[in-house]
């Protein structure tokens, strides 16, 4: 399987989608789906599911589907998850706990290593058997860990100077729930979860849908 280049990020955001609609399916013993079948499940037509998959390789054969085994085995070496990721959180309030007690968190190959908050009520409880240290004990911890991801979950005040002590720590991907954009250097991956816009276009889409129907 050898991936082609300029793939575009719509395509790479889908990929998710597949992987959790594969393993529903393997959870209900489905070995095989074809195309069509898959899309009507998903909500993608036939095409567009072959155009997505072409991207990174041949897969399935004309006349039997897909084996949906094989098939969510790659898509998730496609996703890079039969690599293990080390990650920590940084603010442990309602979100960064949510995050926390995830339970799929540590299924999808995330090594949950140190939580950190600078509000001294929170420091020394612990969330899936992971304390809460200070914020403070954060560059002391990069220096002497390995860390992949780190998930900032402080204020959008915060947020840049925590993301710029995770990057001289050497974090390479940074999940972003601070409603702020992060500057970072072009090595560094940032992904933006940001719940008000993510609200917003669905106040938008409301909107717009009764607009439609008056």
Known sequence: MEKKKNISMAVIKRLPKYHRYLNELLNNDVDRISSKELGEKIGFTASQIRQDLNCFGDFGQQGYGYNVRELTNQISTILGLDKEYNAIIIGAGNIGQA???????????????AIFDANPKLLGMRIRDVEIQDIDNLESFLSNNSVDVGVICVPRINAQKVCDTLVRGGVK????????DLAVPDEVTVENVHLSESLL???????????KIK
């Open 201 to 211: 276009t669905l106040i938008y889409l409301l909107h717009d849908k009764n607009d």
């Open 173 to 180: 991907g940074i999940w972003n729930f601070a409603p702020v």
């Open 99 to 113: 995050i926390a007690n995830y339970t799929r968190f540590g299924k999808m190959s995330f090594n949950l290593k």
